[in-house]
Structures are given as structure tokens and as C-alpha cells.
């Protein structure tokens, strides 16, 4: 009888200890469209921070711990975005790995700022993010990933020369991301000599762009930058091909993803865009690469920057010996180089990502590869 007494003990003794081990586990959220439209790049969000908690975790964890996902689909919908960040904070989930488009991430982050919990984007690049959360005092609000006008600084000078002379159109989708991409980018061609032929707003979700196919043919456009994403911007460009229309589509970084050849096929031959210097190419992420790729997912687009955003927050919490969001974030912050698989990563006072380089890809037979420039 002592004997089961002592069993039983042991036994509920480790029910509980493991229990204790699960709540002592670190829980991360990952926070992007998972479905809709926009699902591959939420795809690529959950792939990367997978990949990155598998490898933190085979290492011992942080401090002890082991990391875990909660994954959270917001369909880049800035409503759904909000009751996403409240379910997230009243979980108890500190750290939060997203959002994706700017115009989810800008109302979430207010959710998170207010309750003190960090978010960290990768891939959210309107600078409203983290110039209003530094302008209201809210230190929890950051990006690993560019802004807009950086992108702006780097493209729109190299169009206004490339392209001097030129008929050029800038397109945008209305949303915060895409106008306010397209809008960094006009501002900084305008500043170099290169004034629009139109600078317009299309809407976003619609299946047929031929009037504004015609549109574009009248005014014998050679060139489009086009602020949106692959849906769009595909069907726009096989619509012109139907039209027998052809000029220079030039986007910023949505469209590094496979299905934008999907809809767009061969229209989209000799398509470029910007994107932050390859990071598949990066020797730190020669190891994660290859065990992404083993699983049979291509790291493309936002994957590596997801997998920094986990690796960024491990770090934090070491350096910060704790796993209170505000000092993790003031550590980060504090000029010291975080090493992650897109490279070593500085923060700024405002939480952004300092001195990120780019690289002009182009679309040639269903992949993209960046071009002498």
C-alpha cells in the first residue's frame, strides 16, 4: 500500500513538474494573413519562426527555456488585425512576431504598446509604424525589416536616371504599404529630374484592369512602379499582354514569391523589383537555409526575416536576463549587433533596422535573381 502511495505520488509529481515545465515554455505569436489573398506570406512567416524555434530549442532554448509558436491569422485585414493583438495580449503572449502589411501592423501595434508587450515586424515597412510609437513614448514597437523611404532613397533616383526622358506611371493598391511605397519612391524620381505622367490609385481585389490597361497604353507609359502586391500586379500585366501592350513594370518587395508568376506567367518576364540584399545568399544563413529547403519550403521573400525576428528576441531576453518586454526592448536598442541569419542587425532609437542594403531583382522565366545596376 505504502508502495502505491509512493507511485502515485511520484507520479502526480511529475504530471505537475511537466506542466510547470510547459508553463515556463516562452511563447511567441505569429501574427500575418495565414489565408486570403496574401497566405504565402504567411507561409513564409510561420516557416521562418518554425524553423528558427527548432534550432533555438535543439540548442538548450533561452536562458533554460524552451520556445513555442501561437499562430495567428490576421488576413492582412487592419479590423481583424486588432481583435488578433487583443486575443494575443489577454493570452498572456509577450512577444510578437508580426504583423505583415503596414496597414495591420499601425492599428495592431497600438494594442501591444498599450499592454507593453514588444512586436517586432518583418517585413511591415510604412515609416507610421515606428515613428508615431516613438513620437507617443512606446518602446515596444519595432521592425526588422526597411521603410518605405529608404526604399524610396535607394529606387526612385536610379529610375529618374535610368529612365530620363521616359513616360513613367506610379500605381498604387490605397493601402498604407502600397502608397506609401509608391509615394516615397515618386518623391525622391521627382527630386531627381524624372516627373509622372499619372500618379494613380487602383482598387485593390478587382479582376479585370483593362480600362486601366487602356489607360496606360494611351499615354504610351514605358515604365509603371506599381505599390501593391502580386495579385494585382500580375493580373495587370497579363491583361496588357492580352492588349498587346508591353512596358517596364517595376514593384517594390511583395512580389518575391513564387505565385506572382503563377498569375502573372510569361506577361511577367523581365518584372523587377526591390528587395533587401538576398538573404538566402548570406554565409549566416547558409545552415537554415539548407534545413528549410530539406523540409521542402524555398526561404523566399520575408522566411529569413521571420526566423531573425525569433532569433532577435532569444537574444534579447539573454541579454536582458529576463523576459520583461520593455527591458528586452531597451537592450535591443542599444546599439549592440544582433546576429541573425539576414546578418548582424543594429536598432535605432525608434526600433527600426539601421543601414539595410538592397538589391534590384528581375523575373526571367519564373525566378527572379537581382541585376547589376
Known sequence: MIKKSLMGAALVGFVLAAQA???DDITIAVAGPMTGQLATIGDQFKQGAEAAVKAINAKGGVMGRQLKLSIEDDVCDPKQAVSVANRIVANGIKFIDGHACSGSSIPASAVYAESGVLMMSP???NPIMTDDAAAKGWPT???????DDAQGAFIGPWIAKKYAGKNVVILHDKSAYGQGVADAVRKTMNENGLKEVLYEGLNAG????????TKLKGLKADVVYFGGYHPEAGLMLRQSDEQGFKYQLIMPDSIASPEFWQIAGPAGEGTMFVFPSDPQAKPEA???VENIKSGGFVPEGFTLFSYSVIQAFAQGIERAGTDDPMKVAEVLKNGEPIHTVVGDVIFDEKGDFKNAAYDINQWHDGKYAPIAQ
Open 21 to 23: 515545465a510547459r508553463a
Open 123 to 125: 517585413a511591415s515597412s
Open 141 to 147: 514597437i519595432m521592425r526588422l525589416y526597411t521603410r
Open 206 to 213: 478587382e479582376k479585370d484592369y483593362s480600362a486601366l490597361v
Open 286 to 288: 547558409k545552415e537554415a
